[in-house]
């Protein structure tokens, strides 16, 4: 008999786990019916393991719940990301829209004398007295582009002297959209001026979609038909 209780109770592991094979597990069945010490075994053994399955459980409900509490602050950080960027964008967009409206672009007539050029410059300075105004000639004009055309400047070669297509501009720079917008009244019918823009856009984010185009154009510089 106590040869048979080893057996078994070799045994009862398997049996708890369900992985025994029919004849052993009729052989273990049979064997704690009648035996008392080892029905008490297994059933010390059937207690462990039920512990064991709970803690499993539990172990398992935690990594769930861990799981989850990290994919949603996964989450919340990318959120919160996406507002500061927004806000960020926003912030950008306004700032870059009160400078396209605080700035003012002047173009010139074919030749137009240094007396009209003076003259223009006056017309500006009694609107408003804070104005940061550039001056920019023909010739300079045609060097600034030259810059930007980088190792194909000399397309530009046969725009030099008497040929060069650039108007002469002021760049105005005021403090106040009211001041942009007094320059341009007080402007408007001059017959030397070709144009005047000021303003181009009345939304913040074209704005800066527009200041993006740009930079984007002048870092690019322009390609050659043999790229």
Known sequence: MKKECEIVQDLIFGY????????????????????????????????????????????????RVNKKLKRKKIMIAIFSVL??????LHIIAFISYYHDQTT???????????????NIRNQIENQSKDAEITYISPEEKLEEMKEKFKENAYLLDEYEGENNIFPAEFIIK??????IEKIEESLVNIEEIQKIQSGSSNN????LLSDCMEWYIDMRGPVSNGK
Do not use: R, W
Request: one cysteine or more.
């Open 174 to 179: 005021t403090k106040s959209v009211q001041d």
């Open 104 to 118: 003012m672009k002047i173009f010139m007539k074919e030749n137009i004398s240094e007396e009209e050029i003076e």
């Open 204 to 207: 913040p984010y074209m704005a």
């Open 83 to 88: 507002i500061i960027l927004l806000v960020i």
């Open 16 to 63: 708890c786990d369900g992985t025994l094979n029919p004849a052993s597990k009729e052989l273990v069945e049979k064997h704690l019916i009648k035996c008392e010490e080892c029905k008490k075994a297994y059933e010390e053994i059937k207690k462990d393991k039920q512990v064991d399955d709970n803690d499993k459980i539990e172990i398992d409900y935690l990594k």
